[in-house]
């Protein structure tokens, strides 16, 4: 299919002739209906009711029409992005449940900021399902995570840092401050739902200690975990700036655990030809890595 015969059907339905297409677009009259022959064969329907004075379409060609007009909406407003560098249409953002609570805030903060009048659309997802969404060109840019920080043979990932976690406890648990994950078995957890990779690390980790991983209550959302845990819920697995930052950071305390460290991989992944949402990309990059490096041990000490 040709965008110039596209144009050529739509002007005749809008100017309801052949002649008058062809002044608008400054073409013949043979060469306007050459086209619209050409878009009929192409798409297999009869677009025209060349009986009719004025032209008009056919049932086929009214629904042909309209769809016609969507992609020549679309092809104009990626003409205009390409000449202003302005993006059309809004930047797409995913990011893992286990890291978005964390970034979202920030990265729209700091887009917004620089690119006053940027469309955005951000979502959620497990980090797997984010990479199939870049793939099918549904995303422009997503922030996952994996178990390993190893260069991936992949241009358009780029490892931006590691996000670690703490394990916290309410103050009346009674629990020595330092310990093995052996000394933890039988302590039920408020942790991610399944599929998180931290609760992956956690349950592996506690199976090799002969234990199996107890869930007091499975939620996304640091705010609601750390309310449970703070109440006596259970133990939490919590990234170290949320703690020093609750409401509950007074009954909170942090737990060491000796032979076990919850340290996740973060990933920026780019779709391919981002074109001007390529610097928001970059911005949005430079955020999340100032965010993990900002990472500072929690001021709750161990009592």
């Known amino acids: 299919m040709n965008i110039d015969d596209v144009r050529a059907f739509?002007?005749?339905v809008d100017t309801g002739s052949v002649g008058r297409a062809a002044l608008k677009l400054n073409l013949t009259q043979p060469a306007i209906t050459r086209r619209v022959q050409r878009l009929e064969e192409s798409l297999g329907i009869t677009l025209l009711d060349r009986d009719s004075k004025p032209a008009r379409p056919t049932r086929a060609g009214e629904g042909a029409y309209?769809?016609?007009m969507a992609v020549l909406r679309a092809a104009d407003s990626l003409a205009r992005?390409?000449?202003?560098?302005?993006?059309?249409?809004?930047?797409?953002?995913g990011a893992s449940h286990g890291i978005a609570e964390s970034v979202f805030t920030p990265a729209l903060e700091a887009i917004r900021a620089r690119f006053p009048g940027i469309g955005l659309h951000l979502l959620t997802g497990y980090s797997s399902d984010l990479r199939k969404r870049i793939a099918d060109h549904a995303l422009d840019a997503a922030?996952?995570?994996s178990r390993t920080s190893r260069p991936i043979d992949d241009p358009g990932t780029e490892l931006l840092g590691n996000e670690r976690v703490a394990v916290v406890a309410s103050r009346d648990l009674k629990l020595p401050s330092r310990c093995k994950l052996a000394d933890l078995g039988g302590i039920p957890w408020v942790i991610n739902p399944d599929g998180c990779g931290f609760r992956h690390e956690l349950d592996r980790a506690l199976a090799a200690n002969g234990h199996a991983l107890e869930v007091a209550a499975e939620a996304?959302?640091?705010g609601l975990q750390i309310s449970l845990v703070a109440s006596g819920a259970g133990l939490g697995l919590v990234p170290e700036r949320f703690i020093a930052g609750s409401p509950q950071r007074d009954v909170l305390r942090v737990v060491t655990i000796d032979d076990f460290e919850a340290l996740l991989a973060v990933w920026l992944i780019r779709a391919p030809d981002l074109g001007a949402?390529?610097?928001a990309v970059d911005l949005l990059a430079e955020t999340v890595r100032?965010?993990?490096s900002?990472?500072?041990m929690s001021s709750l000490a161990p009592v």
């Open 10 to 12: 739509v002007a005749v």
């Open 66 to 68: 309209a769809r016609c």
């Open 81 to 93: 992005e390409a000449r202003s560098g302005t993006p059309a249409g809004p930047l797409r953002i």
């Open 143 to 145: 922030i996952a995570m």
């Open 220 to 222: 996304w959302g640091m």
């Open 277 to 279: 949402h390529a610097a």
């Open 290 to 292: 100032n965010v993990l």
């Open 294 to 296: 900002d990472q500072k």
